[in-house]
C-alpha cells in the first residue's frame, strides 16, 4: 500500500514538474559566474552544473595548498608530513576523477556535458 502510494506521489510529482520545466524563473541571486543570464530553468540547469565543475577546481586548489603548507610546517615530523602528503594526493585524486569522468562523457556524447532541456518542451501544457 505505502510503495503504491509513494509511486502515485513521485509519478504526480515529476508531471506537475514537467509542465512548469520550461517556465520563466528570476532567481533572487545570480549563480556565481553567470552574469545574471538563468531567466530559464533549462539555463539555471546549465549554470548550476557549470558552478559546481569550477567549484571542484576552486576545492582542490584550496586542499592542495592545505596539504602543502602542512607538509611545510612539519619541521621534521613524519606523522604531519604524511598527512600533507595524503591531503594533497586525495585532492589530486578527485580532480582526476572528475576530469576524467567530464572527458569521458565529452568523448562518448558532447550533449552529455552540455546541459539541455530543450526535450521537455513536448510536457508543456496546452492550456
Known amino acids: 500500500m505505502k510503495k503504491n502510494l509513494l509511486a ?12 512548469f520545466a520550461l ?6 541571486e ?6 545574471g543570464t538563468t531567466s530559464t530553468f533549462p539555463a539555471y540547469i ?15 586548489l584550496f586542499m592542495i595548498s592545505i596539504g602543502g603548507f602542512m607538509y611545510f ?12 602528503k595524503k591531503i594533497i594526493a586525495d585532492a589530486l585524486y578527485g580532480l582526476i576523477a ?7 562523457l565529452n568523448t562518448i556524447n558532447p550533449n552529455l556535458t ?6 521537455v518542451s ?3 501544457s496546452t492550456q
Open 122 to 124: 513536448n510536457l508543456r
Open 114 to 119: 552540455n546541459i539541455s532541456l530543450e526535450s
Open 30 to 35: 545570480p549563480i556565481p559566474g553567470t552574469s
Open 98 to 104: 572528475v576530469l576524467v569522468a567530464w572527458t569521458l
Open 23 to 28: 517556465a520563466a524563473y528570476i532567481p533572487l
Open 8 to 19: 502515485f506521489i513521485l509519478i504526480a510529482f515529476v508531471l506537475f514538474l514537467g509542465q
Open 73 to 84: 610546517t612539519a619541521a621534521g615530523n613524519n606523522s604531519k608530513m604524511e598527512s600533507g
Open 46 to 60: 546549465n549554470a548550476i552544473y557549470k558552478f559546481a565543475i569550477w567549484s571542484v577546481g576552486i576545492s582542490a
